[in-house]
């Protein structure tokens, strides 16, 4: 999965026929992507608010449901102090409490190696119905993957740790693990899904 970024915040994205909720650059979430969001999670940590999702994985070949959000939401020090972290989903009308206990969950994050991410276990006990995880949609080895650049991304997040919403802009740069885009976000907004334009596609993680 990649990491994106928003471009040079002093750039103003591009407006759309869409209405913009006012004083910011987002806007109400698309119905082309309506269908995903209850797969979209707010997260409150001890010390922020953020965003992710669920997903589903593989691991040595086995399903690996889990909860996906950027490394500087969910943190190393976090997982090592085995922190508790709510997560609501299902338009944040279902909420699971999560224990970051590597004993006794899978928890990986990729700091290490310069991805911001961190994933999260989902355990049967959660009781998250299978359903409700994504899957991805990106292979690097993939020779259409570069090709990506200029395409639009929706970005669906819970910014300022406020009410669900989207930003839409094009991608303007492909670097290996790593694009960067148009599309505003805020503080909250990290660790949200990146879709392709007009699809349910998730490729990656802002």
């Known amino acids: 999965m990649d990491s994106g970024r928003n471009e040079n915040e002093n750039k103003e994205d591009e407006r759309t026929n869409e209405e913009l909720i006012p004083g910011s650059e987002m806007h109400t979430v698309n119905s082309c992507i309506y269908e995903v969001c209850r797969s979209i999670c707010k997260i409150i940590t001890p010390k922020k608010v953020g965003t992710g999702f ?33 997560v609501y989903y299902d338009n944040q009308k279902k909420r699971i ?25 989902i355990m049967k006990e959660d009781n998250i119905n299978e359903d ?33 919403c989207h930003s839409e802009g094009e991608i303007i740069n492909i670097d290996k693990y790593e694009f960067t885009h148009k599309a505003s976000t805020e503080p909250g907004s990290s660790g949200s899904p990146i879709f392709l334009d007009k699809t349910t596609k998730v490729k990656g993680n802002s």
Do not use: A
């Open 132 to 164: 409700y995880f994504l899957l991805p949609n990106i292979d690097y080895k993939d020779v259409n993957y570069n090709e990506l650049k200029n395409n639009k991304v929706y970005i669906v997040q819970f910014p300022l740790g406020k009410d669900m």
């Open 54 to 86: 669920l997903i589903k994985l593989y691991k040595n070949d086995e399903p690996l449901f889990s909860l996906m959000t950027n490394e500087h939401v969910v943190e190393k020090d976090m997982i090592e102090e085995k922190e508790t972290i709510e």
């Open 97 to 121: 409490k999560i224990t970051l206990n590597e004993d006794e969950r899978f928890i990986k994050s990729f700091k290490d190696i310069d991805i911001d991410c961190t994933i999260v276990e």
